[in-house]
């Protein structure tokens, strides 16, 4: 029997692209042919996103535009699955008439027998923190790629939908993050982000403590990973012995991802956090005070209900007077089935928007200040790319994460993508620098970088 041609939009985080890559392993492992453009696919899956109003609606909009390949191109199948699926499976089949198939993330082995494979096995939900990455397709460059350590969430922060959806929080073994690790190393990754929905609180489950600096230390080991990138850190999990691997070990980027939400005290409280004002204040100063180089990015959300003018005003001063390196500032999305979804005194929409304004142009300051500083000074950069348009290559200092962060440009031949250099800062270019390799050194190792 012919092979169906299979093709997949991925929307949101990278939690998603995991799973994305998973399931194009999986697809691809039965024999089905991947395709890149949705033009020329029988199958097409859409993995959608569900956080927050902005990304369901991306979602629906690309549901809606996909489902004209069924009239217009060769689709003859359209499977909706991820966060939004497993959130509103129901809703989607029934308003959505040209989906075929809608699959939850506990049921990525369906999709296998869905996408028309011949090849019928057992496969476990990556819900369950599988082995499956061994049938990853990765969809990053060659030289980076994300590493999810542990899926779900305990916190429950009463804004927030991911344990609805993801479930609780649960970690994969040591040895089994240890060898997918490895294997991308013998891939020729050279950066791993370390990701999942609470990357602080990994190993609680199952060794009955934190086990990150003992993940960091090892991983550390591996031969041919230079860099290793920690994202969505919690606040409230930190603790002595992860915030002294972070400066002892040479791999680790001197970079946190350290989603605050907020910083008063009442709004803290409601919105679940378990850390107050002076906890955060307190964390920042062990953290830039053990790792001097530290790049600090966070993010905040504006117009939670019941947040007043001064519950705003002192978010506004504690990101002036803090200098977070890197920020994203969202505003607040009403999220049913959510506690504070039921909440009092809902902030309009226009105050929201207001104030998301005004600690975007607070921090745009912040930015342009401590990058005018970094003129003239020498930093690491790995280079992710050759620009189409004019020759020049982009990369990434040791403190932008990919995608999310700041690009350094760079005039320069000899150069190759996957590269980490040492390179001098010349100039800025709104919230990009613009750089220049020192001396076409090469860093061969962490060490070299940190120089």
Sequence with gaps: ??????????????????????????????????????????????????????????????????????????????????????????????????????????DFEKLTELSGSDHKRKLTSSAQCSDDWRNRIRLTPKHYAYLRISDGCDNRCTYCAIPGIRGSFHSRTIENILEEAQQMACEGVKEINVISQDTTSYGVDLYGKQQ????????????????????????????????????????????????????????????????????????????????PQLFLRTSVIVGFPGETDEHFAELLAFITSAKFER??????????????????????????????????????KIILKKHKKLVGTTISAMIDEKSKKNGQWLGRTYGDAPDVDSKVIIQENHLEIGDITNMMITGTAGYDLLGAIVNHKVAKNAKEYLK
């Design 212 to 291: 990150l600096h003992v993940l960091l230390e090892k991983l550390s080991g591996i031969d041919g990973i230079e860099w290793i990138r920690i994202l969505y850190t919690h606040p409230r999990h930190f603790y002595p012995e992860l915030i002294h691997a972070i400066g002892r070990y040479d791999k680790i980027c001197k970079y946190i991802d350290l989603p605050i939400q907020h910083i008063n005290d009442a709004i803290l409280k409601e919105m679940g956090r378990g850390v107050t004002h002076a906890d955060i204040e307190t964390l920042i100063d062990d953290l830039r005070s053990h790792t």
């Design 1 to 106: 029997m012919k092979s169906k041609k299979v093709a997949l939009i991925n929307l949101g985080c990278p939690k998603n692209l995991v799973d994305a890559e998973e399931i194009l392993g999986r697809v691809a492992g039965t024999g089905s042919t991947i395709c890149q453009y949705p033009e020329d696919a029988e199958v097409l899956i859409i993995n959608t996103c569900g956080f927050i109003d902005d990304s369901k609606k991306e979602s629906i909009d690309t549901i809606f535009k996909m489902a004209k390949l069924k009239e217009d191109a060769c689709c003859k199948k359209l499977i909706v699955t991820g966060c939004l699926a497993q959130r509103y499976p129901q809703e989607l089949q029934k308003e959505i008439p040209e989906i075929d198939h809608v699959v939850g993330l506990k």
């Design 327 to 364: 920020l994203g500032v969202f505003t607040y999305s009403k999220e049913e089935g959510t506690p504070a979804a039921s909440f009092k005194k809902q902030v309009p929409k226009e105050v929201k928007e207001q104030r998301l304004k005004e600690i975007m142009i607070a921090q745009q």
